[in-house]
Protein backbone atom coordinates (compact mmCIF):
# COMPACT_ATOMS: atom_id res chain seq x y z
CA UNK A 1 0.00 0.00 0.00
CA UNK A 2 1.32 3.71 -0.20
CA UNK A 3 -0.52 5.28 2.47
CA UNK A 4 -0.24 9.87 2.74
CA UNK A 5 -1.85 12.24 5.42
CA UNK A 6 -0.10 15.38 4.21
CA UNK A 7 -0.97 18.80 6.04
CA UNK A 8 0.90 22.14 5.25
CA UNK A 9 0.31 25.71 4.44
CA UNK A 10 2.14 26.87 1.21
CA UNK A 11 1.29 30.61 0.67
CA UNK A 12 -1.66 31.49 1.17
CA UNK A 13 -2.65 27.83 -0.03
CA UNK A 14 -3.30 24.65 2.60
CA UNK A 15 -2.94 21.21 1.53
CA UNK A 16 -4.23 18.63 3.74
CA UNK A 17 -4.55 15.43 1.92
CA UNK A 18 -5.23 11.61 3.56
CA UNK A 19 -5.35 8.26 1.52
CA UNK A 20 -3.95 4.85 0.86
CA UNK A 21 -4.07 3.33 -2.69
CA UNK A 22 -2.69 -0.12 -3.58
CA UNK A 23 1.04 0.00 -4.77
CA UNK A 24 -0.08 -1.33 -8.00
CA UNK A 25 -1.39 0.10 -11.11
CA UNK A 26 -1.85 3.78 -12.70
CA UNK A 27 -3.97 5.90 -9.83
CA UNK A 28 -5.31 9.13 -11.69
CA UNK A 29 -5.18 12.53 -9.32
CA UNK A 30 -7.77 14.69 -10.99
CA UNK A 31 -9.13 17.82 -9.80
CA UNK A 32 -9.42 21.32 -11.09
CA UNK A 33 -6.27 23.74 -11.74
CA UNK A 34 -5.20 25.00 -8.41
CA UNK A 35 -6.78 22.52 -6.43
CA UNK A 36 -3.29 21.12 -4.87
CA UNK A 37 -2.19 18.05 -7.42
CA UNK A 38 1.11 19.61 -7.99
CA UNK A 39 1.98 20.82 -4.51
CA UNK A 40 0.66 17.25 -3.40
CA UNK A 41 3.21 15.72 -5.83
CA UNK A 42 5.99 17.84 -4.84
CA UNK A 43 5.13 17.00 -0.90
CA UNK A 44 5.42 12.92 -1.57
CA UNK A 45 8.39 13.60 -3.40
CA UNK A 46 10.25 15.57 -0.66
CA UNK A 47 10.71 18.53 -2.82
CA UNK A 48 8.32 20.21 -0.39
CA UNK A 49 7.83 20.14 2.95
CA UNK A 50 4.38 19.07 4.93
CA UNK A 51 2.99 17.69 8.11
CA UNK A 52 2.31 14.24 8.34
CA UNK A 53 3.37 10.57 7.28
CA UNK A 54 3.90 9.29 3.78
CA UNK A 55 4.79 5.14 3.93
CA UNK A 56 5.28 3.13 0.83
CA UNK A 57 5.26 -0.06 0.77
CA UNK A 58 7.78 -0.71 4.12
CA UNK A 59 9.42 2.11 3.44
CA UNK A 60 8.96 4.98 5.80
CA UNK A 61 9.80 8.17 3.79
CA UNK A 62 8.17 10.38 6.42
CA UNK A 63 6.49 10.66 9.56
CA UNK A 64 6.49 12.93 12.52
CA UNK A 65 10.09 12.10 13.47
CA UNK A 66 12.18 11.73 10.09
CA UNK A 67 11.88 13.24 6.76
CA UNK A 68 14.00 11.88 4.19
CA UNK A 69 15.16 14.14 1.72
CA UNK A 70 14.06 13.36 -1.93
CA UNK A 71 17.02 11.69 -3.16
CA UNK A 72 16.74 8.88 -0.61
CA UNK A 73 13.11 8.14 -1.49
CA UNK A 74 13.23 5.87 -4.52
CA UNK A 75 10.62 8.08 -6.07
CA UNK A 76 10.58 8.74 -9.86
CA UNK A 77 9.03 12.29 -10.81
CA UNK A 78 7.83 13.54 -14.60
CA UNK A 79 7.54 16.83 -14.46
CA UNK A 80 5.07 19.07 -16.91
CA UNK A 81 7.26 20.48 -18.74
CA UNK A 82 10.24 19.49 -20.40
CA UNK A 83 12.93 18.80 -17.75
CA UNK A 84 16.12 17.00 -19.24
CA UNK A 85 19.49 18.51 -18.31
CA UNK A 86 20.23 20.53 -20.64
CA UNK A 87 24.25 19.82 -20.81
CA UNK A 88 23.86 15.99 -22.00
CA UNK A 89 22.51 14.57 -24.46
CA UNK A 90 19.76 11.85 -24.59
CA UNK A 91 22.12 9.36 -24.15
CA UNK A 92 23.52 11.55 -21.20
CA UNK A 93 20.33 12.28 -19.32
CA UNK A 94 19.55 8.28 -19.36
CA UNK A 95 22.80 7.26 -18.04
CA UNK A 96 22.79 10.29 -15.19
CA UNK A 97 19.84 8.00 -13.91
CA UNK A 98 21.17 4.57 -15.08
CA UNK A 99 24.39 5.07 -12.65
CA UNK A 100 22.35 6.11 -9.57
CA UNK A 101 19.54 3.22 -9.97
CA UNK A 102 18.66 2.04 -6.85
CA UNK A 103 18.06 -2.09 -6.11
CA UNK A 104 14.72 -2.20 -7.27
CA UNK A 105 13.26 -3.90 -10.17
CA UNK A 106 12.96 -1.92 -13.46
CA UNK A 107 14.03 -2.11 -17.16
CA UNK A 108 17.00 -1.74 -18.57
CA UNK A 109 18.45 0.58 -20.41
CA UNK A 110 18.33 -1.16 -23.70
CA UNK A 111 14.59 -1.87 -22.55
CA UNK A 112 13.71 1.39 -21.38
CA UNK A 113 15.41 2.89 -24.79
CA UNK A 114 12.78 0.58 -26.40
CA UNK A 115 9.97 0.61 -24.53
CA UNK A 116 9.72 4.84 -25.32
CA UNK A 117 11.30 4.25 -28.95
CA UNK A 118 14.21 6.51 -28.43
CA UNK A 119 16.68 4.22 -30.45
CA UNK A 120 17.33 6.84 -33.33
CA UNK A 121 17.02 9.86 -30.74
CA UNK A 122 20.03 8.87 -28.09
CA UNK A 123 23.36 11.09 -29.66
CA UNK A 124 20.76 14.31 -29.61
CA UNK A 125 20.92 17.45 -27.43
CA UNK A 126 17.73 18.10 -25.33
CA UNK A 127 17.00 21.37 -27.54
CA UNK A 128 16.99 19.35 -30.54
CA UNK A 129 14.02 17.08 -29.71
CA UNK A 130 10.23 17.90 -30.16
CA UNK A 131 7.92 18.23 -26.88
CA UNK A 132 6.49 14.79 -27.03
CA UNK A 133 9.90 13.35 -27.61
CA UNK A 134 11.41 15.28 -24.22
CA UNK A 135 8.53 13.99 -22.39
CA UNK A 136 9.59 10.33 -23.76
CA UNK A 137 13.08 10.88 -22.74
CA UNK A 138 12.13 11.81 -19.19
CA UNK A 139 9.63 9.28 -18.77
CA UNK A 140 12.55 6.56 -19.56
CA UNK A 141 14.54 8.51 -17.39
CA UNK A 142 12.66 8.46 -14.69
CA UNK A 143 12.08 4.57 -14.81
CA UNK A 144 15.88 3.92 -15.54
CA UNK A 145 16.32 4.89 -11.50
CA UNK A 146 14.12 2.48 -10.72
CA UNK A 147 11.43 4.16 -8.27
CA UNK A 148 9.78 2.39 -5.94
CA UNK A 149 7.13 4.96 -6.73
CA UNK A 150 6.30 7.29 -10.15
CA UNK A 151 4.56 10.69 -9.85
CA UNK A 152 3.26 12.52 -13.48
CA UNK A 153 2.74 15.59 -12.87
CA UNK A 154 0.08 16.10 -16.25
CA UNK A 155 3.23 14.53 -18.59
CA UNK A 156 1.46 15.77 -21.70
CA UNK A 157 -0.09 18.48 -20.68
CA UNK A 158 2.13 21.10 -22.34
CA UNK A 159 2.15 19.42 -25.57
CA UNK A 160 -0.33 20.02 -28.67
CA UNK A 161 -2.71 16.74 -29.60
CA UNK A 162 -0.40 14.97 -32.30
CA UNK A 163 2.38 15.01 -29.55
CA UNK A 164 0.31 13.78 -26.97
CA UNK A 165 -1.08 10.85 -29.64
CA UNK A 166 2.76 10.41 -29.88
CA UNK A 167 3.07 9.82 -26.29
CA UNK A 168 -0.11 8.41 -24.88
CA UNK A 169 0.68 4.95 -26.29
CA UNK A 170 3.97 4.26 -24.80
CA UNK A 171 2.05 5.09 -21.32
CA UNK A 172 -0.22 2.31 -22.23
CA UNK A 173 2.31 0.11 -22.87
CA UNK A 174 4.22 1.00 -19.68
CA UNK A 175 1.04 0.66 -17.66
CA UNK A 176 0.53 -3.13 -18.94
CA UNK A 177 4.35 -4.31 -18.41
CA UNK A 178 5.78 -2.72 -15.37
CA UNK A 179 5.08 -3.41 -12.29
CA UNK A 180 5.80 -0.23 -11.27
CA UNK A 181 2.71 1.98 -9.06
CA UNK A 182 2.27 5.77 -10.74
CA UNK A 183 0.27 8.15 -9.51
CA UNK A 184 -0.92 10.23 -12.15
CA UNK A 185 -2.36 13.96 -12.23
CA UNK A 186 -4.68 14.76 -14.77
CA UNK A 187 -7.45 16.76 -15.55
CA UNK A 188 -8.18 15.20 -19.09
CA UNK A 189 -10.99 12.64 -19.26
CA UNK A 190 -9.84 10.70 -21.96
CA UNK A 191 -6.02 10.26 -20.69
CA UNK A 192 -7.36 9.26 -16.92
CA UNK A 193 -10.05 6.50 -18.87
CA UNK A 194 -7.50 4.84 -20.84
CA UNK A 195 -4.59 4.66 -18.45
CA UNK A 196 -5.94 4.67 -14.66
CA UNK A 197 -7.12 1.69 -12.62
CA UNK A 198 -8.54 4.21 -9.65
CA UNK A 199 -9.18 8.02 -9.52
CA UNK A 200 -8.63 10.29 -6.71
CA UNK A 201 -10.37 13.67 -6.66
CA UNK A 202 -8.81 16.63 -4.94
CA UNK A 203 -10.42 19.46 -4.11
CA UNK A 204 -9.19 23.11 -3.00
CA UNK A 205 -6.02 21.19 -1.07
CA UNK A 206 -8.26 18.71 0.15
CA UNK A 207 -8.25 14.84 -0.69
CA UNK A 208 -9.99 12.06 1.83
CA UNK A 209 -9.17 8.35 -0.20
CA UNK A 210 -10.75 5.80 -0.89
CA UNK A 211 -9.49 5.92 -4.56
CA UNK A 212 -12.80 5.28 -6.73
CA UNK A 213 -11.85 2.14 -8.73
CA UNK A 214 -12.37 2.07 -12.32
CA UNK A 215 -13.30 -0.69 -14.57
CA UNK A 216 -16.87 -1.22 -14.21
CA UNK A 217 -17.65 1.42 -12.50
CA UNK A 218 -19.86 4.72 -13.63
CA UNK A 219 -17.62 6.34 -16.10
CA UNK A 220 -19.44 9.40 -15.79
CA UNK A 221 -18.24 9.16 -12.28
CA UNK A 222 -15.32 10.85 -13.50
CA UNK A 223 -16.84 13.99 -14.73
CA UNK A 224 -17.29 17.00 -13.56
CA UNK A 225 -21.33 18.50 -13.97
CA UNK A 226 -20.53 20.66 -16.28
CA UNK A 227 -18.30 18.51 -18.17
CA UNK A 228 -21.49 16.04 -18.25
CA UNK A 229 -23.62 18.31 -19.51
CA UNK A 230 -21.07 19.69 -22.54
CA UNK A 231 -20.65 15.80 -23.28
CA UNK A 232 -25.07 15.53 -23.72
CA UNK A 233 -25.20 18.71 -25.56
CA UNK A 234 -22.85 17.23 -27.97
CA UNK A 235 -24.72 14.24 -28.14
CA UNK A 236 -27.40 16.15 -28.88
CA UNK A 237 -26.27 18.05 -31.30
CA UNK A 238 -24.93 15.08 -33.14
CA UNK A 239 -28.58 13.67 -33.16
CA UNK A 240 -27.99 11.38 -30.31
CA UNK A 241 -30.41 11.74 -27.95
CA UNK A 242 -31.39 9.26 -24.78
CA UNK A 243 -32.66 5.86 -25.59
CA UNK A 244 -36.48 5.52 -24.48
CA UNK A 245 -37.67 4.57 -21.68
CA UNK A 246 -35.15 7.01 -19.44
CA UNK B 1 60.95 43.62 -18.62
CA UNK B 2 60.47 39.21 -18.66
CA UNK B 3 60.50 39.15 -15.27
CA UNK B 4 57.65 41.62 -14.56
CA UNK B 5 55.40 39.85 -17.11
CA UNK B 6 56.31 36.95 -15.12
CA UNK B 7 55.33 38.05 -12.05
CA UNK B 8 52.05 39.59 -13.38
CA UNK B 9 50.84 36.66 -14.83
CA UNK B 10 52.19 34.42 -11.79
CA UNK B 11 49.89 36.93 -9.89
CA UNK B 12 46.65 36.88 -12.26
CA UNK B 13 46.65 32.75 -12.48
CA UNK B 14 46.75 32.10 -9.17
CA UNK B 15 43.99 34.85 -7.98
CA UNK B 16 42.06 33.57 -10.66
CA UNK B 17 42.63 29.64 -9.74
CA UNK B 18 41.90 30.77 -5.81
CA UNK B 19 38.97 33.24 -6.76
CA UNK B 20 36.73 30.81 -9.13
CA UNK B 21 37.53 27.90 -5.39
CA UNK B 22 36.22 30.72 -3.22
CA UNK B 23 33.68 32.40 -5.24
CA UNK B 24 31.58 29.25 -6.08
CA UNK B 25 30.11 28.58 -2.90
CA UNK B 26 29.79 32.01 -1.97
CA UNK B 27 28.06 32.09 -5.07
CA UNK B 28 25.88 29.51 -4.63
CA UNK B 29 24.57 30.56 -1.43
CA UNK B 30 23.71 34.11 -2.65
CA UNK B 31 21.94 32.31 -5.64
CA UNK B 32 19.90 29.95 -3.48
CA UNK B 33 19.72 30.74 0.14
CA UNK B 34 16.63 32.55 1.74
CA UNK B 35 18.88 34.85 4.20
CA UNK B 36 17.07 37.52 5.19
CA UNK B 37 20.96 38.91 5.46
CA UNK B 38 22.29 37.36 2.30
CA UNK B 39 21.79 40.55 0.63
CA UNK B 40 24.45 42.54 3.05
CA UNK B 41 26.78 39.91 2.23
CA UNK B 42 26.36 40.45 -1.37
CA UNK B 43 26.63 44.20 -1.00
CA UNK B 44 29.72 43.40 0.82
CA UNK B 45 31.40 41.33 -1.80
CA UNK B 46 30.51 43.79 -4.35
CA UNK B 47 32.66 46.63 -2.52
CA UNK B 48 36.23 46.79 -4.12
CA UNK B 49 33.73 47.81 -7.31
CA UNK B 50 32.70 51.11 -5.84
CA UNK B 51 36.02 51.38 -3.16
CA UNK B 52 39.05 53.69 -4.39
CA UNK B 53 41.72 50.83 -4.72
CA UNK B 54 44.21 52.74 -2.24
CA UNK B 55 41.28 52.51 0.23
CA UNK B 56 41.21 48.72 0.02
CA UNK B 57 44.71 48.58 -0.66
CA UNK B 58 45.32 50.37 2.98
CA UNK B 59 43.07 47.92 4.85
CA UNK B 60 44.51 45.25 3.27
CA UNK B 61 47.88 46.03 4.03
CA UNK B 62 47.22 46.62 7.45
CA UNK B 63 45.69 43.24 8.11
CA UNK B 64 48.51 42.18 6.99
CA UNK B 65 51.00 44.01 8.73
CA UNK B 66 53.30 42.38 11.69
CA UNK B 67 50.78 44.18 14.44
CA UNK B 68 47.58 43.05 12.96
CA UNK B 69 45.73 40.27 14.82
CA UNK B 70 45.02 38.39 11.64
CA UNK B 71 48.86 38.43 11.29
CA UNK B 72 49.16 37.29 14.91
CA UNK B 73 47.86 33.64 13.98
CA UNK B 74 51.14 33.54 11.03
CA UNK B 75 54.11 34.24 14.20
CA UNK B 76 54.09 30.71 15.38
CA UNK B 77 55.19 29.75 11.88
CA UNK B 78 58.44 32.59 11.51
CA UNK B 79 55.43 34.89 9.99
CA UNK B 80 55.69 38.21 10.54
CA UNK B 81 53.97 40.45 7.37
CA UNK B 82 52.84 39.66 3.88
CA UNK B 83 52.89 43.51 2.97
CA UNK B 84 55.16 43.76 0.55
CA UNK B 85 55.26 39.93 -1.01
CA UNK B 86 54.18 38.01 -3.50
CA UNK B 87 51.59 36.35 -1.00
CA UNK B 88 50.49 39.86 -0.28
CA UNK B 89 49.88 40.73 -3.55
CA UNK B 90 47.41 37.53 -3.79
CA UNK B 91 45.78 38.26 -0.66
CA UNK B 92 44.92 41.67 -2.34
CA UNK B 93 44.57 40.84 -5.31
CA UNK B 94 41.38 38.46 -4.30
CA UNK B 95 40.02 40.76 -2.59
CA UNK B 96 40.03 43.04 -5.32
CA UNK B 97 38.62 40.75 -7.49
CA UNK B 98 36.21 38.87 -5.84
CA UNK B 99 33.22 40.86 -7.52
CA UNK B 100 34.02 40.18 -10.69
CA UNK B 101 34.30 36.26 -9.82
CA UNK B 102 31.08 36.14 -7.41
CA UNK B 103 28.87 38.34 -10.00
CA UNK B 104 28.40 36.39 -13.26
CA UNK B 105 29.12 32.86 -11.45
CA UNK B 106 25.73 33.63 -8.96
CA UNK B 107 24.36 34.94 -11.86
CA UNK B 108 24.52 31.68 -14.00
CA UNK B 109 23.26 29.63 -11.15
CA UNK B 110 20.13 32.06 -10.69
CA UNK B 111 19.48 31.25 -14.32
CA UNK B 112 20.11 27.71 -14.28
CA UNK B 113 16.85 27.36 -11.46
CA UNK B 114 15.84 24.80 -8.94
CA UNK B 115 14.28 22.80 -11.40
CA UNK B 116 17.34 21.03 -12.61
CA UNK B 117 18.32 20.16 -9.10
CA UNK B 118 14.96 18.88 -8.40
CA UNK B 119 15.48 16.69 -11.44
CA UNK B 120 18.64 15.88 -9.61
CA UNK B 121 17.45 14.68 -6.41
CA UNK B 122 14.51 12.93 -8.31
CA UNK B 123 16.77 10.82 -9.97
CA UNK B 124 18.53 9.88 -6.57
CA UNK B 125 21.04 12.39 -7.06
CA UNK B 126 22.39 14.01 -3.46
CA UNK B 127 22.80 17.87 -3.03
CA UNK B 128 26.54 17.30 -3.76
CA UNK B 129 26.74 14.99 -6.57
CA UNK B 130 23.97 17.46 -7.81
CA UNK B 131 26.05 20.74 -7.52
CA UNK B 132 29.18 18.90 -9.06
CA UNK B 133 27.38 17.07 -11.77
CA UNK B 134 24.31 19.55 -12.68
CA UNK B 135 24.50 22.81 -11.36
CA UNK B 136 28.13 23.11 -11.90
CA UNK B 137 28.31 22.76 -15.61
CA UNK B 138 25.28 24.23 -16.26
CA UNK B 139 26.67 27.33 -15.22
CA UNK B 140 29.78 27.02 -16.78
CA UNK B 141 29.42 29.75 -18.83
CA UNK B 142 29.24 31.95 -15.64
CA UNK B 143 32.92 30.54 -14.72
CA UNK B 144 33.93 31.14 -18.27
CA UNK B 145 33.22 35.16 -17.36
CA UNK B 146 34.47 35.05 -14.01
CA UNK B 147 38.06 33.08 -14.84
CA UNK B 148 38.17 36.11 -17.77
CA UNK B 149 36.91 38.85 -16.30
CA UNK B 150 39.15 38.29 -13.26
CA UNK B 151 42.59 37.83 -15.28
CA UNK B 152 42.26 40.69 -16.40
CA UNK B 153 40.96 42.45 -14.02
CA UNK B 154 44.29 41.51 -11.74
CA UNK B 155 46.51 42.44 -14.95
CA UNK B 156 45.14 45.80 -14.89
CA UNK B 157 45.02 47.00 -11.52
CA UNK B 158 47.50 49.46 -9.72
CA UNK B 159 46.58 51.07 -6.39
CA UNK B 160 46.06 47.74 -4.98
CA UNK B 161 49.16 46.20 -6.01
CA UNK B 162 50.93 49.17 -5.49
CA UNK B 163 49.57 49.92 -1.60
CA UNK B 164 50.37 46.29 -0.64
CA UNK B 165 53.71 45.07 -2.92
CA UNK B 166 55.13 48.16 -3.16
CA UNK B 167 56.83 47.79 -6.54
CA UNK B 168 59.85 45.53 -5.57
CA UNK B 169 61.50 44.67 -8.60
CA UNK B 170 61.89 40.82 -9.13
CA UNK B 171 59.10 40.31 -6.39
CA UNK B 172 56.05 42.54 -6.25
CA UNK B 173 56.85 44.57 -9.60
CA UNK B 174 54.42 44.41 -11.94
CA UNK B 175 53.36 45.79 -15.86
CA UNK B 176 50.93 48.17 -14.94
CA UNK B 177 53.32 49.57 -12.32
CA UNK B 178 56.22 49.38 -14.66
CA UNK B 179 54.77 51.22 -17.30
CA UNK B 180 53.90 54.53 -14.81
CA UNK B 181 57.82 54.06 -13.52
CA UNK B 182 58.86 53.94 -17.00
CA UNK B 183 57.01 57.19 -18.24
CA UNK B 184 57.96 58.73 -14.89
CA UNK B 185 61.35 58.17 -15.88
CA UNK B 186 61.29 58.94 -19.30
CA UNK B 187 61.57 56.10 -21.08
CA UNK B 188 59.46 55.86 -23.26
CA UNK B 189 60.21 53.01 -25.71
CA UNK B 190 59.83 50.80 -22.85
CA UNK B 191 56.48 52.16 -21.74
CA UNK B 192 55.39 51.37 -25.23
CA UNK B 193 56.29 48.49 -25.81
CA UNK B 194 54.24 47.11 -22.54
CA UNK B 195 51.40 49.27 -22.70
CA UNK B 196 50.91 48.28 -26.67
CA UNK B 197 51.09 44.61 -25.48
CA UNK B 198 48.35 45.25 -22.71
CA UNK B 199 46.27 46.83 -25.22
CA UNK B 200 47.04 43.51 -27.48
CA UNK B 201 46.32 41.14 -24.72
CA UNK B 202 42.81 42.81 -23.63
CA UNK B 203 41.81 42.86 -27.02
CA UNK B 204 42.52 39.15 -27.49
CA UNK B 205 41.11 38.22 -24.22
CA UNK B 206 37.84 40.07 -24.87
CA UNK B 207 37.36 38.18 -28.75
CA UNK B 208 37.78 35.39 -27.33
CA UNK B 209 35.68 35.44 -24.53
CA UNK B 210 32.87 36.69 -26.60
CA UNK B 211 33.56 33.92 -29.61
CA UNK B 212 33.09 31.17 -26.53
CA UNK B 213 30.01 32.50 -25.43
CA UNK B 214 28.61 32.92 -29.12
CA UNK B 215 29.65 28.92 -29.62
CA UNK B 216 27.71 28.06 -26.21
CA UNK B 217 24.68 30.18 -27.31
CA UNK B 218 24.88 28.14 -30.89
CA UNK B 219 25.17 24.81 -29.01
CA UNK B 220 22.79 25.41 -26.62
CA UNK B 221 20.10 26.60 -29.18
CA UNK B 222 20.50 23.21 -30.89
CA UNK B 223 22.13 22.54 -34.28
Known sequence: MIRFRLQGRFGGFSLD??????????????????????????????????????????????????????????????????????HLSVRGNLAFAEKRAGEGPGPSFAEAVEMLGLQKLLERSPQA???????????????????????????????????????????????????????????????????????????????????????????????EPGQIQALARAALAAGISAPPGT | MAQ?????????????????VVAAPLAWWLATSRAWWKEAVAAL???????????LGFY???ALGPRSPLMSLFHPFGVRTFAFTFTGLVVGSVFYSLPFAVQPIRSAFETVGAR????????????????????????????????????????????????????????????????????????YADAHRLAAGLVLFAFVVLLGLMSLQRRADVRRSGP
Not at chain 1, 60 to 84: C, I, K, M, N, T
Open chain 1, 17 to 86: AEAAVPAKGVTALIGASGAGKTTLLRCLAGLARAGGEVVVGEAVWQDGRRFEPPHRRGVGYVFQEASLLA
Open chain 1, 129 to 223: LSGGERQRVAIARALLSRPRLLLMDEPLSSLDAASKADVLPYLEALHRTLRLPILYVSHDALEVASLADRVLRMEAGRLRGPAVELGGADPLALL
Open chain 2, 4 to 20: VVRTTLALASLTTLILL
Open chain 2, 45 to 55: TALPIVLPPTV
Open chain 2, 60 to 62: VLI
Open chain 2, 116 to 187: PLEVAASLRASPLDAFVNVALPLAARGFLTAAVLVFAHTIGEFGVVLMIGGAIPGKTEVVSIRIFQDVEALN
